[in-house]
């Protein structure tokens, strides 16, 4: 079975919470819930991790080496920040390891200090606005990369 690594990045924690006029009411666990449901559709696992910090979010990317065969990132804040995310999800691509960054809002038209993302360009693309529904959009991305490339390894 593929297997996709879903890495939440700190405050995602207080989705539904968490200023809503930005980040919408749907929960955390709405959304991991929604990945699993259409990931069982396009033939996928998911596992879903959160956390706040940056060296448990490197931590978990080292952990997708060997058990997921994709990533399905939201950095949060890390986004526009951190080196070393970067550096790991660069390290897993080149290993074979395809990532996608997702954002619920778009980082673009808000404040300036957000529209830098170190990670972005690790990744193979980037979905970003349309709040729960990036994921959504992000995984059935991954899943056509996942299937190409299958395909053309074959
Ligand atoms: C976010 C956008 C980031 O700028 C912000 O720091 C977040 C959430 C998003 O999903 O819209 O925490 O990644």
Redesign the pocket.
């Known amino acids: 079975m593929r297997r996709v690594l879903v890495l939440h990045?700190p405050?995602?924690s207080l989705l539904g919470r968490r200023e809503p006029e930005t980040?919408g009411r749907t929960t955390l666990r709405e959304i991991d819930e929604a990945l699993k449901e259409l990931a069982g559709h396009l033939g996928l696992e998911v596992r879903c991790e959160q956390f706040e910090g940056e060296g448990e979010m490197v931590t978990a990317l080292h952990g997708a080496l060997g058990d997921c065969q994709a990533v399905l990132i939201?950095p949060?804040?890390y986004?526009?920040t951190s080196l070393a995310i970067r550096d790991a999800l660069a390290a897993l691509s080149d290993l074979g390891i395809p990532s996608v960054e997702v954002?619920?809002?778009q980082?673009a038209a808000r404040e300036s200090f957000?529209h830098t993302s170190l990670t972005a360009p690790v990744c193979r693309g980037s979905i970003a606005g349309f709040g729960p529904n990036s994921y959504l959009l992000g995984l059935r991305a991954l899943a056509a990369i996942l299937d190409r490339e299958v395909r053309s390894d074959a």
């Open positions: 990045g405050n995602l980040y939201n949060a804040a986004t526009h954002h619920l809002s980082p957000r």
